[in-house]
């Protein structure tokens, strides 16, 4: 279906990414070719790219995230999620974003994080942890872990909203090298021209 979502995501290590998004996404990638990987998903509807390049890895730019329709169809993807060994914790009835949520995160192996959530009803307050006071470092939508207090096999661990802080945020710069038809690394500017990153 068009318009569809296209996110692209530098990697550190793909045999290993590939292997946490065939379980976080439940198929294998499209494609898959040298430093390069592909899911087409069609719900959520998104095509999904991992290039590896470790240099221009940025696992702390925020967070990505799928919305679902109704409790049951999160409490469902959140135990296919735990039974695949990607769930990291889950959250419940919290105030984020000026919205209340429930919601479970995963973090890819580079920290990436995926935030997938039930909303309920827009609210006028955020909790506490998610409030940016002065002089905190605090911000909505924010997790508390990273990937260094992660065990090998993350478990689930139910936290109260008051146990989420912020990881700071980062950016990546316009025009960065991608991947060309052979999949090899280009200069500035070339990614994403017709066939290239899988388009």
Same mark, same amino acid.
């Given at each position: $279906?068009?318009?569809? $979502?296209?996110?692209?995501? /530098?990697?550190? #290590?793909?045999?290993?990414?590939?292997?946490?998004?065939?379980?976080?996404?439940?198929?294998?990638?499209?494609?898959?070719?040298?430093? /390069? =990987?592909?899911?087409?998903?069609?719900?959520? &509807?998104?095509? @999904?790219?991992?290039?590896? /390049?470790?240099?221009?890895? *940025?696992? #702390?730019?925020?967070?990505?995230?799928?919305?679902?329709?109704? %409790?049951?169809?999160?409490?469902? $993807?959140?135990?296919?999620?735990? =039974?695949? #060994?990607?769930?990291?914790?889950?959250?419940? +009835?919290?105030?984020?974003?000026?919205?209340?949520? &429930?919601?479970?995160?995963?973090?890819?192996?580079?920290?990436?994080?995926?935030?997938? /959530?039930?909303?309920?009803?827009?609210? &006028? @307050?955020? !909790?506490?942890?998610?409030?940016?006071?002065?002089?905190?470092? +605090? =911000?909505?939508?924010?997790?508390?872990?990273?990937?260094? !207090?992660? %065990?090998?096999? *993350?478990?689930?661990?139910?936290?109260?909203?008051?146990?989420?802080?912020?990881?700071?945020?980062?950016?990546?710069? !316009?025009?960065?090298?991608?991947?060309?038809? &052979?999949?090899?690394?280009?200069?500035?500017? =070339?990614?994403?021209?017709?066939?290239?990153?899988?388009?």
């Amino acid at each position: $279906m068009f318009p569809r $979502m296209h996110a692209s995501i /530098y990697v550190s #290590n793909l045999e290993r990414s590939v292997e946490f998004y065939n379980r976080f996404f439940h198929t294998p990638p499209e494609k898959k070719k040298a430093g /390069y =990987a592909k899911y087409h998903l069609s719900t959520p &509807d998104l095509v @999904f790219s991992l290039v590896e /390049y470790p240099e221009r890895v *940025a696992g #702390n730019f925020g967070h990505l995230g799928i919305q679902v329709e109704s %409790p049951e169809l999160l409490e469902g $993807m959140k135990e296919q999620a735990l =039974a695949s #060994n990607v769930l990291s914790y889950e959250e419940k +009835d919290v105030a984020c974003c000026y919205a209340k949520q &429930d919601k479970f995160w995963a973090v890819d192996p580079d920290g990436i994080q995926w935030e997938v /959530y039930y909303f309920h009803e827009d609210v &006028d @307050f955020n !909790d506490p942890a998610f409030s940016r006071d002065a002089g905190e470092k +605090d =911000a909505c939508c924010s997790t508390a872990f990273s990937l260094e !207090d992660l %065990p090998e096999a *993350a478990s689930i661990e139910t936290l109260p909203s008051n146990d989420v802080s912020s990881q700071s945020g980062g950016s990546q710069s !316009d025009g960065l090298p991608g991947e060309a038809e &052979d999949n090899e690394p280009v200069a500035a500017g =070339a990614c994403c021209e017709p066939g290239c990153c899988g388009k």
